[in-house]
């Protein structure tokens, strides 16, 4: 049983499997994962069935109605234009399959799917299956087959996800008399494969095939469906992108449903929202993302599994020098981010694994460096956007839960709500003066956040600027930062003349740049923000002044584990599915003001769950990797969200969605991590300085007194 979920699935041993499945070839195989409660359906009786309903619930189908074009008119409607006329209508919904790439191009609209080949066989009837009075399990086989195998009535069915030259057709446009379409067999291309699955089942081996299907299926450049909205115009939706259709298709469609008609689907859409890839996703870099998805269709999902091919897309001034020393990059939302840097003996790549390995120790390392000394971090892979004009005051307050900061430079963490009252993002404001006011929040959220504003600007004289690609960011952390920022600049870095939350434009190595006295690693520190040509003159001249203090690069998974220790939330915590006080972030939040979705967010009579901080007992072999159960007296009360071995404090971190009552300090909780419950207690405050005296100076000011 997966325990966090309440899923019908366990790990067995071959004996199992032989048990069940008496046919099966289990040379080489370990064990297996069992999900008893799987099962298929006819995909055409299911889509006939769920047509009556919607025709009993009001809805018109019309079949047999090719559309031929989608254009938005000066009124904010969509018309449609068909085969038998013109449709005026509110909303669009591209749920295209294999045309939906086209289809958004009559719009201006960038869907990014491309389609795939991809085969299954069935083979003539199996002498041995016509005797059986049930039906065997299906087989997944990623190692050898590369495929599925199952029961096809009584013959048997192999579908391949072959391991190399994977085939894109129509890679321009999908022919109209293509529906249903199937292509030649290409037994060449799939034979080792093919090959494999016959060895794995002795019993097909000498029978043969039947019939062979090779059709198109809809590849995302990274395998999730397109669910949600678009960029480029209101009131657009997707509804494509899907490799598992009749398994994705009723959950899907009805968080889509939900999204269209509340402003917020019920689960975290992120990875299914469209508007995670950005213009950079054109048709070339679309074609090579899709081969590299298909050939990852049966690979194993190790954490942080990195995706490289058609990489670089965005790169940051800093790429090359940061690449020379040893890091390791992944991607987000285009950018290339150092996630680690190899600075010992090993190779200068990923290393997967579900346990403990030396990219752990290099990332503690990292932890160290900027705990004791002094690190700097590549963060170009921020959204950052400036609002100005006369309005962008009342713009952004009545947006945000926070009060804006008042003065010129002041600095404020904030979050967005949806008209549902869920949290959209966080964000850090910036009060440049003048009416100007610079918010930075996570790469993903580029779109979402150009979209939220534009879309609630209601006449407003306003100006919004994405200044994502023009502009860099990077920090400058650790209780040595300020002596290392010294060397580079002539203004006073004194608390007294720059203190906490606060933003000064300044010189510093001859370059002007922002300075913002904040930190997400919870120590001393700066974030430096300005035109992309000044960031590598700048990192250098740090890097340089930072060598007497033992100054070390780091990257986003020493940053993540730095940001546990602090209990502040991220990403993972903050989605579309909860409200401020679920979040738990109400410090945040100015409830003597308006700001969409505030009833909704603060209204709820009762809490269903509520963000908890946990800390949990280490092994020093698995640290887990989110999702984890949390137990209370053996029962199920929520999970994790995020998990991070915590190193200044020696314990494991975590966040989890538990139920109100059990989230009390001191609370005695389990977390199941590698399948072994662990001794936790809920935390009341941060494990490391829990006061925040750290970045704020406090602590580095007393010492020098």
Not at 107 to 118: L, R, Y
Not at 232 to 242: K, L, P, Q
Not at 313 to 337: C, M, N, T
Not at 411 to 423: A, D, E, Y
Request: proline share 6%.
């Amino acid at each position: 049983m997966n325990i966090a979920l309440g899923f019908n699935s366990e790990v067995v041993d071959p004996a199992f499997v032989r048990s069940h499945h008496p046919f099966y070839n289990l040379d080489g195989v370990l064990g297996a994962l069992y999900t008893p409660d799987d099962g298929h359906v006819d995909p055409s009786g299911v889509t006939l069935g769920l047509a009556r309903g919607a025709r009993q619930l009001g809805a018109k189908i019309i079949r047999q109605c090719r559309a031929t074009n989608v254009q938005q008119l000066p009124s904010g409607e969509w018309l449609v234009s068909t085969e038998h006329g013109d449709i005026r209508c509110e909303h669009v919904v591209n749920a295209g399959g294999t045309y939906a790439r086209q289809v958004g191009d009559w719009s201006g609209i960038n869907v990014p799917t491309t389609s795939m080949t991809h085969h299954y066989f069935v083979t003539e009837t199996v002498p041995e299956f016509l005797q059986l009075e049930r039906e065997l399990p299906v087989i997944r086989d990623d190692k050898r087959v590369s495929g599925y195998i199952r029961m096809e009535q009584k013959s048997g069915l192999i579908g391949i996800y072959e391991k190399a030259k994977p085939n894109v057709v129509w890679d321009d446009h999908c022919p109209w008399e293509a529906e249903n379409h199937l292509f030649e067999a290409d037994y060449d291309r799939v034979m080792p494969w093919l090959e494999n699955a016959l060895d794995r089942m002795p019993i097909f081996a000498e029978l043969g095939i039947k019939q062979d299907v090779h059709g198109a299926i809809s590849h995302p450049p990274d395998g999730n469906p397109l669910i949600g909205p678009v960029a480029e115009a209101r009131n657009y939706w997707c509804c494509c992108g899907t490799q598992i259709g009749i398994g994705w298709g009723p959950g899907l469609t009805r968080e889509l449903a939900r999204w269209m008609v509340h402003g917020s689907a019920d689960i975290s859409m992120r990875a299914f929202d469209p508007r995670r890839f950005g213009s950079y996703a054109d048709k070339k870099w679309q074609n090579i993302k899709a081969r590299e998805d298909y050939l990852l269709r049966h690979e194993i999902p190790f954490p942080h599994f990195n995706r490289l091919d058609g990489r670089p897309v965005k790169k940051s001034p800093l790429y090359d020098r940061l690449k020379s020393q040893g890091a390791v990059f992944e991607e987000i939302y285009g950018h290339e981010r150092p996630r680690w840097f190899a600075t010992g003996d090993e190779a200068q790549r990923d290393h997967y694994s579900f346990r403990r390995n030396i990219v752990d120790e290099r990332v503690a390392e990292e932890h160290r460096a900027v705990r004791e000394r002094v690190g700097i971090m590549d963060i170009c892979a921020f959204t950052k956007v400036e609002v100005s004009g006369p309005d962008a005051e009342l713009l952004l307050d009545r947006l945000i839960a926070n009060r804006l900061p008042a003065k010129q430079g002041g600095i404020c963490l904030t979050h967005m709500l949806n008209r549902r009252g869920r949290i959209e993002m966080e964000m850090t404001i910036l009060n440049m003066g003048e009416g100007r006011y610079y918010l930075t929040c996570a790469a993903v959220f580029e779109q979402r956040l150009m979209d939220h504003l534009a879309h609630h600007t209601a006449g407003e004289a306003v100006t919004i600027t994405n200044r994502s690609s023009d502009w860099f960011a990077m920090t400058l952390q650790g209780p040595r930062a300020p002596e290392v920022l010294a060397e580079q600049v002539t203004d006073s870095l004194a608390l007294a003349d720059f203190p906490w939350l606060r933003g000064r434009e300044m010189e510093i190595a001859g370059q002007r740049v922002w300075a913002l006295r904040l930190s997400y690693a919870g120590e001393m520190g700066w974030e430096f923000h300005g035109p992309r040509d000044a960031m590598l003159p700048l990192y250098d001249a740090l890097w340089q002044s930072g060598q007497p203090h033992g100054i070390a690069n780091y990257g986003s998974f020493a940053m993540n584990t730095l940001r546990m220790e602090k209990m502040f939330p991220g990403a993972s915590e903050l989605t579309n599915e909860v409200t401020l006080p679920e979040a738990n972030v109400m410090r945040f939040v100015r409830s003597d003001k308006d700001f969409l979705g505030k009833a909704d967010s603060l209204g709820q009579a009762e809490l269903p769950w509520v963000c908890a901080y946990l800390a949990i007992e280490a092994d020093g072999i698995d640290d887990g990797h989110g999702g984890e159960p949390v137990l209370l007296d053996g029962e199920v009360i929520g999970s994790t969200t995020s998990i991070a071995m915590g190193h200044s404090v020696g314990r494991i971190l975590a966040f989890a969605y538990i139920k109100p009552a059990a989230n009390s300090p001191g609370q005695q909780l389990e977390v199941v991590i590698a399948n072994a419950p662990r001794a936790a207690v809920v935390l009341g405050a941060a494990a490391y300085d829990p006061n925040s005296e750290r970045p704020r100076g406090i602590a580095s000011a007393e010492a020098a007194a």
